[in-house]
C-alpha cells in the first residue's frame, strides 16, 4: 500500500524539496502551508494526483485537526508526518541579536513555531497511528545544536528541544510500532531562510566539513525519504544529522 506523508511547510524552501523526492519515490504527499498559497498550488500541480495542498496555521490546534482530517479523508490515511516548518526566521549572522539584546518573546515565537506545532500535528495524527499500530514521526532539527557555528539563539534552542520531545515519544510508543527521529541538516545552501546567509558563512563550513562541502536541501531530503520508507523500521529515537561531517556523533 502507497504510503502518504503530511509535511509541514512545504510549499517553499526544504520542505518542497522533501515532498517532491518523496513523490519521486512513489509516495503520496500532503503539503501544508499557511501563507505560501501559490507556491503550494503550483507544487501539487507539478506532482499530481500523488499530491494534495491544504492551508493551516499548524500553532493552531484546530487547524490542525482540519488538516489532519482533509489529508486523511483525501488518501484514506496518514503514515508518517514531517515537521518541518519555520516560523519567521532569517539565517543571518549580521542581524542575529546578541543574547543581551533578545526577549523571551523572541523564544517564544520559536518554541511555538518549532515544538508546539510539532506537538500540535503528531499528537493529532497519533490517534490513527495507535490504531494501526504503525506510523512515524520526522521532525526537521538542525546540527547548530552540537556546534552553534552562528549563535542563532532562540532558533537553537527550539531545535533543541524538539530532539528531546522526539526521543520521549518514541520512548513511549515504539511499542505500539510508532517510530519518531529527527533529521538535523547543516546550513542549507540554499533556502528562502539561509539567502540572506553571507559567502564567507558559506565558505568557512564548507572548508571545515570532510566533505568540504554544504549541505544541500537535497541532502537533507534524501535522508527524510529513506526514513519515511519500509527500510528504516527499525529506526528510532535517533537523531541523524546531515552536514557532510561537520558534526560527529
Do not use: W
Not at 489529508?71 to 542575529?96: C, M, R, S, W, Y
Amino acid at each position: 500500500m502507497t504510503r502518504t506523508v503530511l509535511v509541514t511547510g512545504s510549499g517553499r524552501g526544504l520542505g518542497s524539496y522533501i515532498v517532491k523526492a518523496l513523490s519521486e519515490k512513489g509516495f503520496n504527499v500532503i503539503i501544508n502551508y499557511n501563507k505560501s498559497k501559490e507556491e503550494s498550488e503550483k507544487l501539487k500541480q507539478e506532482i499530481g494526483a500523488q499530491a494534495i495542498a491544504i492551508q493551516a496555521d499548524i500553532t493552531d490546534r484546530e487547524a490542525v485537526e482540519q488538516l489532519v482530517k482533509k489529508g486523511t479523508e483525501h488518501f484514506g490515511q496518514i503514515d508518517v508526518v514531517v515537521n518541518n516548518a519555520l516560523v519567521n526566521f532569517k539565517f543571518d549572522p549580521t542581524t542575529q541579536k546578541a543574547f543581551k539584546d533578545l526577549t523571551y518573546k523572541d523564544y517564544e515565537q520559536q518554541l511555538d513555531g518549532t515544538l508546539k506545532a510539532a506537538f500540535n500535528v503528531s499528537q493529532s495524527v497519533i490517534p490513527q497511528f495507535l490504531e494501526r499500530k504503525d506510523g512515524a514521526i520526522i521532525s526537521i532539527g538542525t546540527n547548530l545544536y552540537q556546534n552553534p557555528v552562528v549563535p542563532y539563539h532562540e532558533y537553537t534552542t527550539a531545535k533543541a528541544a524538539l530532539i528531546g520531545f522526539t526521543r520521549n515519544v518514541a520512548a513511549e510508543l515504539g511499542q505500539y510500532g510508532i517510530r519518531a527521529n529527527v533529521v538535523s541538516g547543516g546550513l542549507l545552501k540554499t533556502t528562502d531562510a539561509s539567502a540572506v546567509t553571507t559567502p564567507e558563512v558559506f565558505d568557512l563550513i564548507a572548508q571545515s566539513t570532510p566533505l568540504r562541502k554544504v549541505t544541500t536541501p537535497q541532502d537533507v531530503a534524501n535522508m527524510v525519504v529513506y526514513l519515511c520508507s519500509e527500510a528504516a523500521d527499525g529506526i528510532t529515537g535517533q537523531n541523524i544529522t546531515v552536514d557532510g561531517g561537520l558534526t560527529m556523533n
